[in-house]
């Protein structure tokens, strides 16, 4: 195979290499009195937009019980099948409630489905993206930890609701 | 379905949706209808039952000659001659759609609570060809949601349709109404009569064929969502009946059974027993499942390889005069397998458990042979019937009790005298509850194998495995090869 060599001639300016060792030099004294992107992380942490999608949990009504009653929607589009639900009857007028809700963060890709299909709002993604930990149990997060109270999660279902009924306008 | 003698059936050619067929005379509409690939809705026609014609969803539009031209309820015409069908016309469509209108007017927006989601006929219709929004602005009607009619079902009034499915199969099934609408128009709800709970064996049915989610069996309820679930299809083995069941499993525990169509058996329908009595197979280590083989050791067990215990329950053959009793639920593969077993063997005596009839028996389905597979195993040439009475004193004998539900068959005398028993060798899939075993022999239940059972008039029928058996457990045929190979050449057991 014939091969083709492009060889670019460096100029004299280049070769002596001074000038472009300035140039660098002026690049990095610009950037320094820039506003910094980076943070000092532990100590100063990322307040995430309203839009992040980060751990996803259950919704806790005002009285204490959940929201979900356990239609398994988010377990059948999960795509990564993090989400594990048995239902259950309870005594209240909605008659059915989980007994038993977990999500594997192992598994979860926070993609936001189970959020988007829920038909309850009971599911919703929070900000919590800091999920790491030192074993796998402490991961599998059952109905306990889940459930929060609709008072710490209410800006992002009224941010979700928003956006759904400007997809959803009432003349389609 | 039609009616009149066999080859009787008249043929004449109508015309569906502008294509002509040869149709019976005189035959359901709506049957052949979607007998040639037409989707037509129904609600309230079963063919098990009798005609109603009272939801009005399988309306289509009739142009030619016969019935009055315009929309008729197929369900309830017969076939003429020189029929003209349109199934999916302007007419047709419209008609159906403002009958769905109707429907869903009161009906309660409870999918995601309702069991019935998934395999609901409503929810189907309704994606199908209902319209997307309501264009009511008034209350809904409001109704008990949670009434209890004895102990195997709970009804909710809000969403029964009134399509009358199951006070029709209590009239014409069973011969015995219980259920009925009360109160007329916009009014009527279901209920049964004077609110009396349910009765007899067959409530089952009516949550099968309730095209809503108004009546729920209280043993499955919010147990699963019916598309996680793994159906498989078996036969059922509580009655010597063998009706066609289809077993729904997830994570491998069986969560309901449902009855599947067979014409000439159980046609749509299956008794509560065979329908609810499906704890034994879902039986859990931990709750006294034998899920690996066990020696007695003493006074403990200690378990041990299977091919230990069949070198042990040889010898322990050949030692004693034997007496070789097979499970009456094992099927006709290992029947033979066990007959080949102690085919060779001097003096034993081996044969499968036939215990009396029971006075179960009912007009409908359920016979009074607690053995689903008596006939094909009284088919085997070799193997004996052998009648609890027959059983006779055990003692200085080496008994051989093998297969599911032995211990469920065996009472009182018959149980004292295998307990008496020199060695008792047991091959079942929990403890006897008599006698101490020797050797315990993991089985298999029914829900976990394949074979053939032949059912109380012969119809000869294929179970399959609906379960995964606990990882120790090996199969029946698998465990009467194994004995067969070592009573057969005993030289070599000791290896």
Redesign the interface.
Known sequence: MQVKRLEKRLTIAERLAIPEILKGLAFTFRIMFRKRVTRQYPEERYEAPIAAKGQPLLVENEDGTPRCVACSMCEVVCPPKAITITGGETEREIEREPEEFRIDMLRCILCGLCEEVCPKEAIVMSDRLELADFTRESLVFDKRRLLTPVSELSNRIRYTKEKYDKWHSPSS | MSSGAEGETRMTTIKVDGVEHEAPLGGRLLDFLESIGKVVPRFCYHPGLSVAASCRQCQVESVGKGPRPGTIVSCRERIVEGMEIHTDSEAARKARAGVMEFLLLNHPLD???CDK?GECMLQDTAYGTGQAAGRTVEPRRHLP??KSLGDKILLDNERCILCTRCVRFFEDVCGEPQLTVVDRGDRSYLDTFLGEPLRGNYQGNIVDICPVGALTLKKF?????P??MTSTPSVCGLCSRGCNITIDVRNNRILRIRPRFHGEINRWWMCDEGRLDFDAYNMQPEEGRLAEPLIRDGEGERPAELSELLALAAEFCREGPALALLSPFATVEEGEAFRDCFAGLDGARAGFLAPGRSARADRLLHTDDPCPNRAGLSRIEGLEAVAPSEIGDCAGKTVFLSGFGLDVLLHGEARTALGRAERLIVHGHRRPGFGNPALLIPARTPAEKNGRWVNGSGIEQRIRPALRAPTLVPDDLEVFRGLAERLARPQEVKA
């Not at chain 2, 309820?221 to 969502?225: A, E, L, M, T, V």
């Open positions: 999918c995601p609570i989601a949601k949670r309820r919010f147990r699963s969502r598309w996680f």
